[in-house]
């Protein structure tokens, strides 16, 4: 299945190339979880970040779906 | 800070200041103090451009001593903009200034019967008010300029432009930063027309000879003080993120999480939102030899501020905040981050808070004033606003009134004010915030979407009810306690993920004042800020009615989830149960 991978702030730096905000397109197994796509582009396991599926608040293991948006950010705010 | 400066602006033979002890006021500073003190001597029915109204300055309880962050400055009144009560925070160097002159509070009371515009000079030898009509209808920026040479470039000036001098509920009051520039703003709530109801077009401090503020106990002070700042350090946000983008940062996670507010509130995401991130806007500022990492006054560990550049390399202003950003921005369809930083600009200079002027873009061009995306007409808006014409007087006013003369039902505002970045049916707690605080709609004043979005402090569903009440009552405690402080809200941050942090921050003010607070002292502090500004709303005619979203919250439903805002108003009703 195809997924599209955005990250943002100071994320893009674990993947060469990348910018913030645009997406990537990732290749993956049917079930593939967020964490395994997560930890294939190299972001650490114990880094805490900010997780969302189609603009939902997601987990590490939730299971994702043909051409779903998972947009991955680290801890931040402001206001 | 035992002592309180009461200018009577309507006395006999002119202006009369007398420096006397805070009395009944003791103890409180910042946001206490200006609630308690506007609640006790404000008559609530009063007009709030009249002689009754007082404007109530106050730095925060540990603002000018070397407690990091500590520097947020409390502006109170009855407000013009909301007919409750305000108190309206700004950064800058004010509240640390005032703090070493020795003031908790500068109380500007009555009203000049003429004309004449009044300056009013503080240092450690007393009290100067000055006539100065030569200052009449400048701009924040030539303001300063023109004082600096009169005064000093050391010193602080708190300032309002003409749109101030207009009285219209959308002035804001500036404060010099570090730079000595007008760019920190008491915004919201229309304060700057207090200020120009009473004739005076600057506050100029000046704390030569005056040094830190003094601990009881200075070496307990010291170590919480540390522990303070490896809090603040260690944590992601307070330590890394917002110096390395700013608050702008929010731009594209409210985004994604569908909670943006677009066009005036009609969809919950931006197309172009990457062209005005705060990743880009950071690139763009160090690229442009500005800086992205910039405190707003001393003392600030987290430095979320910045400096920004026109494309000419010269300084245009500061680095417009995520609200600014978006309420000018996004709101407005516009997605070029000069035009916004160019708004940003004209708004610190006429004095103009920033999110009321975005939000009443956005009305106007849904009354087809102008077209969504157009950043020529939006600058055109703001400047007929600083210049005063009909038009410009009316978007002045605000959302509300904009939104009545143009006939639009789609107005974002709570109790006359404008609501910030974020849809309240995209992200729930916030919108119990707006609904309920007693300041109309702010997201200051309990900020859910650390929970509902952000993972800070919990963690709650964005789109639904659940905990929301609740989330938002504690929050709007804390906070009213935090804003008593003086230190900078974004603390809150770190305090509410380390509990370490939160208790460096109780044993700093006991070290400092030689109290026995607990935790349970300052959620008391919070409540009885808000049991006082709550009962001066409730005496100026505020009932549970007004604690309530405009209906298309709960009628129309947003994309991309569309979603509805699904508090009961029964549920709102327990914010204040305590």
Redesign the interface.
């Known amino acids: 299945m195809t997924i599209d991978l955005i990250l943002y702030a100071s994320l893009p730096k674990f993947v060469p190339g990348s910018v913030a905000g645009i997406p990537i397109t990732v290749q993956a197994p049917d079930q593939t979880t967020v964490g395994v796509v997560l930890s294939q582009a190299g972001i650490p396991d114990d880094m805490r970040l900010i997780l969302l599926v189609n603009g939902l608040s997601a987990t590490r293991d939730q299971e994702l779906r043909e051409n779903d948006r998972l947009a991955v950010f680290p801890t931040i705010a402001g206001g | 800070m035992e002592k309180m400066l009461r200018i009577n602006m309507g006395a006999d033979g002119g202006p009369k200041a007398s420096s006397i002890p805070v009395g009944e006021y003791s103890g409180l500073a910042g946001r206490a103090l200006t609630s308690a003190l506007v609640s006790k001597e404000v008559p609530p029915l009063c007009h709030p451009l009249g002689a009754e109204n007082k404007l109530v300055i106050s730095p925060g309880m540990l603002s000018g001593s070397l407690a990091a962050n500590s520097g947020r400055l409390s502006v109170g009144c009855k407000s013009p903009l909301t007919g409750g009560i305000k108190e309206s925070n700004a950064g800058g160097m004010a509240s640390q200034t005032l703090a070493r002159l020795g003031y908790a509070a500068i109380v500007i009371e009555g009203k000049p019967s003429g004309d004449d515009l009044y300056t009013i000079f503080i240092n450690k030898d007393g009290v100067n008010i000055n006539v100065d009509n030569s200052l009449k209808g400048l701009g924040n920026y030539a303001l300063v300029e023109k004082l600096k040479q009169q005064y000093s470039e050391k010193a602080c000036y708190i300032s309002i432009g003409p749109v101030g001098e207009m009285k219209l509920a959308s002035a804001s009051i500036a404060c010099t930063d570090m730079e000595c520039r007008p760019t920190r703003h008491a915004g919201r709530g229309g304060t700057g027309a207090v200020m120009g109801s009473k004739n005076v077009k600057a506050i100029i401090l000046d704390d030569t000879g005056m040094g830190m503020r003094k601990p009881k106990d200075p070496d307990k002070f010291k170590e919480a003080n540390k522990r303070w700042v490896d809090g603040l350090k260690k944590h ?2 307070t330590g ?3 110096a ?7 731009t ?2 409210l985004n ?3 909670g943006y507010p677009t066009h005036n509130f009609m969809w919950g995401r931006f197309e172009n ?2 062209k005005i ?4 806007q950071a690139a763009l500022e160090t690229e442009r030899g500005g800086n992205p990492t910039h405190g707003c006054h001393r003392g600030c560990v987290m430095r ?1 501020s910045g400096i920004y550049m026109d494309k000419y390399g010269q300084y245009l202003t500061k680095q417009p ?3 600014t950003v978006w309420a000018h921005g996004g709101n407005c369809g516009i997605d070029d981050l000069d035009t916004i930083a160019m708004l940003d600009r004209l708004d610190d200079d006429y004095g103009i808070d920033t999110i009321e002027m975005g939000a009443t873009i956005g009305v106007a061009m849904e009354a087809g004033l102008a077209k969504f995306g157009d950043g020529a007409a939006a600058i055109n808006f703001v400047n007929q606003v600083g210049k005063g014409t009909d038009m410009g007087r009316i978007l002045g006013s605000g959302a509300a009134v904009t939104g009545k003369v143009f006939g639009v039902e789609r107005v974002p505002v709570v109790k006359g004010q404008s609501m910030p970045a974020y849809d309240p049916r995209a992200v729930h707690g916030i919108g119990v915030t707006y609904a309920t605080s007693p300041m109309g709609a702010d ?2 004043a309990g ?1 859910a ?2 929970s509902n ?4 402090g919990g ?1 709650t ?3 639904s009810p659940e905990g929301q009440i609740e989330l938002s009552r504690n929050l709007q405690i804390a906070t009213a306690a935090v804003d008593s402080t003086g230190m900078c ?2 603390i809150a ?1 770190a305090v509410l993920d380390q509990p370490e942090t939160f208790q460096a921050l109780i044993d700093m003010i006991n070290a400092f004042y030689g109290f026995n607070l607990t935790a349970d002292d300052v959620a008391e502090l919070g409540k009885s800020v808000l049991r006082n500004e709550r009962a001066f709303n409730a005496a100026a005619g505020f009932t549970s009615a007004h604690d309530r979203l405009p209906g298309f919250f709960t009628r129309d439903a947003l994309p ?2 569309n979603v509805k805002f699904k508090v009961t108003d029964a549920e709102l009703d327990q914010v204040f149960n305590f």
């Open positions: 992601p946000v890394e993120g917002l390395a983008y700013g608050t702008n940062v929010l594209n996670i994604e999480a569908g939102h990457t991130s705060g990743e880009t979320c905040e995520y609200e997201h200051t900020y979407v650390g979005i952000l993972g800070i963690k569903d964005p789109l809200l974004f941050f991309p989830h």
